[in-house]
C-alpha cells in the first residue's frame, strides 16, 4: 500500500492519467491524498471529477479557491470569470451528483506517519493556529457545506476582510477567514496579518509580510504541512514543508509524493514523481 500526495490539477485529465500510470496506482491498494484545485483553467474539469469520483476512499481530495469558486458559480451566488473553464461540470448530465460529491470533500487532512503528523490544506495556515485547530476549524465550514444554507455562504463567501484571525468572531467573518486562510493564504505577517495580492514568488513579499511557512514560532512547525496553491513557488521538499504546485496548467508539471513512515525519530519517508504538462493557459 502507498500513500501518493498531488498537486494541483487544475482539471488537466490526461496529465493526470499519465501521472497515475507511472506511479502504477491503484485504488485497491493505494491512496491518493490531492490537495485541491481540482478543477477550473484545464480542459476537463469534468473528467476530473468523475475520476476521482470514480476512486471512491482511494481518493481524498481537499477543497481549493478553484473549487469552492465551481460551487459558488454552479448555485448562482457569483459569475463564471472570463478565463473559467467549467461548463463541462456545470452542463453534465450528472452535474448535480458530481456537485454533491465536491461539497462532501475536506478543507484539511490530519495524517499520522509513524512519529509524525501530516496536516495537508490547499493554502496554509495561520502561524497560532495549531494542527488539531486547524482541523477543527476545516470542520466548521464543511459542515456549512453540506448544509442547507450553503448557498447563503457562497453569497457573502469572496472579499479579503477580516484579514487576521480572532477566535471571538463569528458568522460570516469567521467562516471567510477560515476560508481564506485554508485555500488562499501566500503571505502574512508574525501577528498573522493575511496579505492576498501578492502571488509571485517567495522572495515577492511586501515589507513586513513572509510566506507563512516562514514565521518564527508557527504552532506547526513540528508537524509536516503539505500545500499547494503556490505555483510561483515551486516544488520544496522539507522536514516541516510540502509545496507541491508545480504548475501543470501552465505548462509545468504534475507532481506526486509518495510518503511513508521514516524509522525512529526520522523525518518521513519522500519520493518525487512529475509528468510534463502541456500548457493549458498562458499564466497572466
Known amino acids: 500500500m502507498a500513500m501518493y500526495l498531488i498537486?494541483?490539477?487544475?482539471?488537466?485529465?490526461?496529465?493526470?492519467?499519465?501521472?497515475?500510470?507511472?506511479?502504477?496506482?491503484?485504488?485497491?491498494?493505494?491512496?491518493?491524498?490531492?490537495?485541491?484545485?481540482?478543477?477550473?483553467?484545464?480542459?476537463?474539469?469534468?473528467?476530473?471529477?468523475?475520476?476521482?469520483?470514480g476512486y471512491g476512499d482511494a481518493a481524498r481530495c481537499l477543497l481549493g479557491n478553484h473549487d469552492l469558486h465551481l460551487l459558488a458559480v454552479a448555485c448562482g451566488a457569483r459569475k463564471a470569470h472570463r478565463k473559467d473553464t467549467l461548463n463541462g461540470v456545470l452542463q453534465a448530465p450528472d452535474r448535480e451528483a458530481v456537485l454533491n460529491w465536491l461539497r462532501h470533500q475536506s478543507l484539511a487532512m490530519l495524517e499520522k506517519l509513524g512519529s509524525q503528523k501530516l496536516l495537508m490544506v490547499h493554502a496554509g495556515v495561520l502561524p497560532a493556529w495549531t494542527a488539531t485547530k486547524t482541523i477543527a476549524l476545516a470542520g466548521e465550514v464543511e459542515a456549512l457545506l453540506q448544509s442547507d444554507v450553503a448557498t447563503d455562504f457562497f453569497h457573502t463567501m469572496y472579499g479579503n476582510a477580516p484579514d487576521h484571525w480572532d477566535d471571538a468572531m463569528q458568522g460570516n467573518d469567521r467562516i471567510r477567514a477560515i476560508v481564506n486562510t485554508l485555500t488562499r493564504l501566500r503571505f502574512c505577517t508574525v501577528d498573522g496579518q493575511m496579505e492576498f495580492e501578492t502571488k509571485d514568488s517567495a522572495n515577492a513579499a511586501l515589507p513586513g509580510f513572509m510566506p507563512w511557512f516562514e514565521v518564527p514560532g508557527r504552532r506547526t512547525a513540528k508537524h509536516t504541512v503539505a500545500f499547494g496553491h503556490w505555483s510561483t513557488l515551486g516544488w520544496l521538499g522539507r522536514r516541516d514543508v510540502l509545496a507541491m504546485d508545480s504548475g501543470c496548467v501552465w505548462g509545468g508539471c504534475l507532481s506526486a509524493l509518495r510518503v511513508a513512515a521514516g524509522g525512529q525519530d526520522q523525518p518521513m519517508e519522500q519520493e518525487l514523481i512529475q509528468v510534463k504538462c502541456p500548457q493549458a493557459q498562458k499564466p497572466g
Open 7 to 53: 498537486g494541483d490539477v487544475q482539471g488537466c485529465d490526461e496529465p493526470l492519467q499519465r501521472l497515475l500510470d507511472t506511479i502504477a496506482f491503484s485504488p485497491s491498494r493505494d491512496t491518493l491524498y490531492v490537495l485541491g484545485d481540482l478543477v477550473n483553467r484545464g480542459p476537463a474539469s469534468d473528467a476530473v471529477l468523475r475520476r476521482l469520483m
